[in-house]
T-cell receptor, first 116, second 112 residues
């Protein structure tokens, strides 16, 4: 167990729907990162939050949004889902020091989203 | 062109073989280089990280970085079936840049 908790583990939904993925970072970690992993694109960075504030955005679609709450857990909201959104969504956290160059990430086990 | 290129494999070798996994990159600003290992149905876990050029050894694993060639490698000696996983290289640039860039991952199978 990495200490990063993601729920749900699996999710099956239909096109056009909206889902929320949840992540609890490792105890003491202030940064939360969201990644999307698909077979053809590999692991793609979506967004980074540090202590409740958005710090960096990657290839995140406008249909997707995220937030980090005061208790440091984070949620990734995916709306108007399309077939191509089917993927593994990983959350990762890192220790305090958002500007650490080493940026060692601890990943959760992921949420597998299937859009039918 | 992707910032980080990694041969997705799959790569299959017999137990005990030396395995070489490689990544090339285009962004000369990358300073920190990492290898993550991902078992099936699990999240990636950090295996090794190095700063700038040079070698780093940890047990059966050796990471090499050649910044002049923009090329990094991970060597696994005396490979074991338990090493079967997907290996992802990752790298990040200047301090304060939050975006860790991953390679596509190489799927490795060690055959007993």
């Amino acid at each position: 167990d990495s200490g990063v908790t993601q729920t749900p583990k699996h999710l099956i939904t239909a096109t056009g729907q909206r889902v929320t993925l949840r992540c609890s970072p490792r105890s003491g970690d202030l940064s939360v990162y969201w990644y999307q992993q698909s077979l053809d694109q590999g692991l793609q960075f979506l967004i980074h939050y540090y202590n409740g504030e958005e710090r960096a955005k990657g290839n995140i679609l406008e249909r997707f949004s995220a937030q980090q709450f005061p208790d440091l857990h984070s949620e990734l909201n995916l709306s108007s889902l399309e077939l191509g959104d089917s993927a593994l969504y990983f959350c990762a956290s890192s220790a305090p020091g958002a500007n650490s160059g080493a940026n060692v990430l601890t990943f959760g086990a992921g949420s597998r989203l299937t859009v039918l | 062109q992707k910032e980080v290129e990694q041969d997705p494999g799959p790569l299959s070798v017999p137990e005990g073989a030396i395995v070489s996994l490689n990544c090339t990159y285009s962004n000369s600003a990358f300073q920190y280089f990492m290898w993550y290992r991902q078992y099936s149905r699990k999240g990636p876990e950090l295996l090794m990280y190095t700063y700038s050029s040079g070698n780093k050894e940890d047990g059966r694993f050796t990471a090499q970085v050649d910044k002049s060639s923009k090329y990094i490698s991970l060597f696994i000696r005396d490979s074991q079936p338990s090493d079967s996983a997907t290996y992802l290289c990752a790298m990040i640039g200047i301090q304060g840049a939050q975006k860790l860039v991953f390679g596509q991952g190489t799927r490795l199978t060690i055959n007993p």
